[in-house]
């Protein structure tokens, strides 16, 4: 064999082996794109029902899909189930969760305060306010005023700085507004927070913040402590 024919050979098997560990980078380096991505997909779905305080299987049930359709998602271990992007949009859709954007606590830490009691700040406010809420008061045990800091309730018209005349002694009813107190077991320390009670559940109903995550009223964690029986709004 000549040695033209022999450089040929070499240089052909050189080219060969080049092409072929290329295309096997390509194919490890695709196949680790897409375990990524399925991981953070994975990961979203996981904190969509966690947020929204339901089990894989009834968030599937709420945006309109058979049961079995995330969690036999989830628990595939291989990477080799798949799922279609109308399923993540079935499920932004129920949530209002853009696919991949994760949910957050409403105030992490708990360092802007929901709502303040009205008697924190009441010099700031104008004399007939404070006059209108010594005669909510006056001569009936249990009566209680908050300022709104936040945004929560934006959608029912309760807008930050109103003042919301707080009975401790009212049964709540569904579609009522509340004070609630949420425990953080972690730290032990409580947030005061008005929300909209849809029993068993307390909720936010606000334009501004968008989806937040309901709390289930048990009396341990969460619980009510006054209803709102009147709400003061300060002219701008």
């Not at 953070?40 to 009834?58: C, H």
């Amino acid at each position: 064999m000549s040695t033209d024919l022999l450089i040929v050979i070499s240089d052909f098997a050189y080219s060969a082996r080049c092409i072929l560990v290329t295309a096997f980078a390509h194919i490890q380096n695709n196949f680790a794109r897409m375990a990524l991505d399925q991981r953070d997909t994975k990961e979203w779905l996981r904190q969509i029902a966690s947020y929204l305080n339901l089990s894989p299987s009834q968030l599937a049930l709420n945006s309109g899909m058979a049961a079995s359709t995330l969690t036999r998602y989830l628990n595939d271990k291989t990477n080799t189930i798949g799922i279609t992007q109308s399923t993540l949009e079935k499920v932004a859709g129920y949530s209002g969760f853009r696919p991949h954007q994760f949910p957050g606590r409403l105030r992490p830490g708990f360092s802007e305060p929901d709502a303040v009691p009205f008697s924190q700040n009441d010099n700031s406010y104008p004399k007939w306010v404070v006059i209108a809420v010594e005669n909510a008061r006056s001569g009936r045990n249990g009566i209680d005023a908050w300022t709104m800091k936040s945004a929560a309730l934006d959608g029912m018209g309760i807008m930050p700085g109103d003042i919301l005349i707080i009975d401790q002694n009212k049964r709540p009813k569904t579609g009522d507004v509340v004070v609630a107190q949420i425990l953080d077991q972690l730290t032990g320390t409580a947030e005061t927070v008005i929300r909209l009670y849809q029993a068993p559940f307390i909720l936010t109903h606000s334009m501004r913040m968008g989806p937040q995550r309901p709390e289930q009223v048990d009396e341990d964690r969460v619980s009510i402590a006054g209803t709102s029986i009147g709400s003061i709004r300060i002219p701008n």
